[in-house]
C-alpha cells in the first residue's frame, strides 16, 4: 500500500510539473546584429550555411515579412524590450559611443521591459549580449528585470576580448569582467548554455542578443577556414562571422534539446535592422537599400520562430510581424496577462499598451502550405490559393520613424519619404525590390498612407536625444555649441578640415562613406546627392559649400 501511495504521489506531481512547465514554457529570444534579408539559407543565401538558425524555420515557421521596428540598432532593441513603438517614449535615435552619449539616453524605467514582466511571473530571466538600450545606473541589464547578465553595453566593439585598443569593457551583472580570452561570439554561446544549465528547473527566458554580424570585421581562422570557396577578404571575414553566430544558436538549441526541453521552448530568431552592404558585404536581396534606409533592405529582416509541439513545422507565414511581435508573443505563451486593447481605444499616454501582436494564433490556425513569391524562398514552391489564414493578419498597418525620413506599410502598399525628394509609393506584392514609384500614378493612395501616417505620429513624442559622438559633444555627453543645438552658429569645417574629418570616418578606406559611417546620419540624405547610398569626399565638400552660400553667418 505504501508504495502505491508514494507511485500516486510521484505520478501526481509529475503532472502538476508538467502542467506547470506547459503553462510556462522556456523563452529564448536570439537578435541578431545587422544580419542582412539573404544572409540566411532559407531566405537564399548560397555561399554561408546557416544550418542551426535554418532549423528553426524548418522546425517552425519563416516570415517572409518580418520587419524590425527601425533601420538602426538601438531603437530597434528598445521596440523588443518595450512591446512598443520606441516613438512612444521619445526613443527614436542611436546613442554614439557611451562617453559621449547624451545624458537622458536609454529607456525609461516607466516602460517596464520584457524581461521584468517575465520575472515578475517566476521567470529566471537571463541576458547574454549586446545591451544599447541605457547605460546609466538603473538602466543596465541587471537592472532592468535580468537576473544574469554577460557582455557588453555599448553600440559595437572587438570580438577580441583582450584588444587593447577596446575601451567598452566587458561586464557581468554589472562588474567589469578581466581575463575573458574567448572570441565573443563563442563567449556568448558559452555562458547561454551555462545560464540554461543553471536555470533548467524552472522556466527561463533567455535573450542572446548577438553583436555578431556587426562591424569591425574579425573571425578566427577556424570560422573562415569553413569557407573556401569564398575569395573576396572582406566577404570571407563576414563568413566567418555568421559561422560563429550560426554555431552559437546551434550549442544554445543542443543543451535545450539534451535537457529534453525542445517541445516546452519558445524560440525566437530575428535581426535588429536589415544589413549595412556596403560597409560588411551583408546582402538584402532582393530588397533596396540597406541599413539607415526606410527602403526594405533596412527593415525587413530574417525573422524564424519555433515551438516543437505546439507550432506546426515547415511554415512559410506571408503577413507582416514586426520584431515587437516577439515581446507579445511571449508574454501570451507565458500566460502573462498584457491588457491588450484595440489600437483606436488607446491612451496615447498608456505605456503599459503594447504595439506587439501575439503572432500564435496566426501560425497554428492554418495549414501551411509553400508558396512561391520572388523573396529568397526557393523556386520550387508553389502557391496553393484554396488554403488561406483564417484570421485577420497581426498588423494592418506597420510605421517606422528615424529623425527626417518615415515609412508607411498599409496592406501591401508602402510609403517612403526621405524628406529629400518626393515621397515615393510601392506595391510590395508585385515589387518586392521598390524598383517602381507609383506616387504619380496612385496619388489617391498616396494621400491615404500619408493620412495613416500622420494619425500614426499623434501617438508618438518627439526624439528625446541625437545620436552624439566626438564631432557634436563632450566627453560626459553636452553638446558643444557649434552642433547646431545652441546659440552659437556652427562653423563650416575648412577644405582641409573636411578633408581630415572623411578620412577617419572611412574605416574601410573605400574612399566613400556609407550612413553607417557617416558622422551625421541626420544629414546622410542631403550629402548623398546622386542618391546611391553613399557619401564621396567631392558630395561632403559640395553639401558644406552649398550649406555655406545658402546661410553667410556660418
Known amino acids: 500500500m505504501t508504495r502505491l501511495l508514494l507511485a500516486v504521489c510521484l505520478l501526481l506531481g509529475s503532472s502538476a510539473l508538467t502542467a506547470q512547465a506547459a503553462d ?43 520587419y524590425a521596428a527601425h533601420p538602426v540598432c538601438s531603437p530597434s532593441r528598445a521596440a523588443l524590450m518595450s512591446g512598443m513603438y520606441q516613438h512612444r517614449f521619445g ?76 575601451n567598452d569593457p566587458l561586464i557581468r551583472n554589472g562588474e567589469v569582467v578581466k581575463g575573458e580570452k574567448e572570441y565573443l561570439t563563442d563567449a556568448f554561446a558559452r555562458e547561454s548554455v551555462d545560464f540554461i544549465s543553471r536555470s533548467k528547473d524552472k522556466p527561463y ?47 544554445v538549441m543542443a543543451k535545450v534539446r539534451e535537457l529534453g526541453q ?39 529582416v530574417p525573422f524564424v520562430m519555433q515551438w516543437k509541439g505546439k507550432i506546426p513545422a515547415g511554415q512559410t507565414y506571408r503577413e507582416p510581424v514586426m520584431g515587437f511581435d516577439c515581446h507579445a508573443t511571449a508574454l501570451a505563451a507565458a500566460n502573462v496577462d498584457v491588457s491588450l486593447r484595440e489600437t483606436n481605444e488607446r491612451s496615447r499616454s498608456d505605456r503599459a499598451t503594447l504595439d506587439g501582436v501575439n503572432l500564435l494564433p496566426f501560425v497554428t490556425s492554418f495549414n501551411p502550405q509553400p508558396q512561391a513569391r ?14 488561406r489564414l483564417r484570421v485577420k493578419r497581426p498588423h494592418e498597418q506597420l510605421f517606422w520613424r528615424a529623425g527626417p525620413q518615415h515609412a508607411a506599410r498599409v ?17 510590395l506584392k508585385d515589387d518586392i525590390g521598390e524598383q517602381h514609384d507609383l506616387a504619380a500614378s496612385h496619388p489617391d493612395k498616396l494621400k491615404e498612407l500619408q493620412a495613416a501616417f500622420a494619425e500614426w505620429e499623434k501617438g508618438t513624442q ?29 562653423r ?22 556609407s550612413r553607417d559611417e557617416y558622422p551625421q546620419p541626420g544629414v546622410f540624405n542631403a550629402v548623398d546627392a546622386n542618391k546611391d547610398g553613399f557619401a564621396t569626399l567631392e558630395e561632403v565638400r559640395a553639401y558644406f559649400r552649398n550649406r555655406q552660400s545658402n546661410n553667410p553667418k556660418e
Open 374 to 387: 520572388n523573396d529568397g524562398a526557393s523556386a520550387s514552391e508553389a502557391e496553393d490559393p484554396r488554403l
Open 24 to 66: 510556462k514554457p522556456n523563452i529564448i529570444i536570439f537578435l541578431a546584429d545587422d544580419l542582412g534579408y539573404a544572409d540566411i539559407g532559407v531566405n537564399g543565401c548560397k555561399d554561408i550555411p546557416t544550418p542551426h538558425v535554418d532549423a528553426i524555420a524548418k522546425n517552425g515557421v519563416r516570415f517572409t515579412d518580418g
Open 262 to 300: 525542445e517541445e516546452n521552448t519558445l524560440v525566437f530568431f530575428y535581426s535588429d535592422n536589415g544589413g549595412p552592404t556596403p560597409e560588411t558585404s551583408s546582402r538584402n536581396d532582393p530588397l533596396r537599400g540597406f541599413k539607415g534606409q526606410m527602403f526594405e533592405g533596412g527593415i525587413r
Open 492 to 513: 563650416t569645417p575648412n577644405a582641409a578640415r573636411i578633408d581630415e574629418a572623411f578620412k577617419n570616418a572611412d574605416k574601410n578606406n573605400d574612399g566613400k562613406l
Open 91 to 166: 526613443f527614436e535615435h542611436n546613442s554614439g559611443p557611451e562617453r559621449y552619449a547624451a545624458p537622458n539616453f536609454g529607456m525609461p524605467r516607466d516602460v517596464p521591459s520584457l524581461a521584468e514582466k517575465l520575472q515578475a511571473a517566476g521567470y529566471a530571466t537571463g541576458m547574454v549580449g549586446k545591451w544599447h538600450v541605457g547605460f546609466k545606473e538603473g538602466l543596465r541589464p541587471h537592472e532592468r528585470g535580468f537576473d544574469f547578465h554577460f557582455g557588453f553595453l555599448s553600440g559595437a566593439r572587438s570580438y577580441y576580448p583582450d584588444n587593447p585598443r577596446e
Open 462 to 490: 518627439p526624439a528625446k536625444w541625437v545620436r552624439q559622438d566626438q564631432r557634436n559633444a563632450e566627453p560626459g555627453g553636452k553638446l558643444k555649441s557649434d552642433a547646431g543645438t545652441g546659440a552659437t552658429p556652427r
Open 205 to 251: 527566458f533567455l535573450y542572446v542578443a548577438f553583436n555578431a554580424v556587426h562591424s569591425p570585421l574579425e573571425a578566427t581562422g577556424k570560422y573562415e577556414a569553413r569557407l573556401p570557396h569564398i575569395t573576396d577578404k572582406k566577404r570571407k571575414t563576414y563568413a566567418g562571422m555568421l559561422s560563429a553566430l550560426d554555431d552559437a544558436v546551434g550549442r
Open 411 to 427: 496592406g501591401d502598399w508602402k510609403l517612403v519619404d526621405t524628406r529629400t525628394a518626393a515621397p515615393m509609393l510601392f506595391n
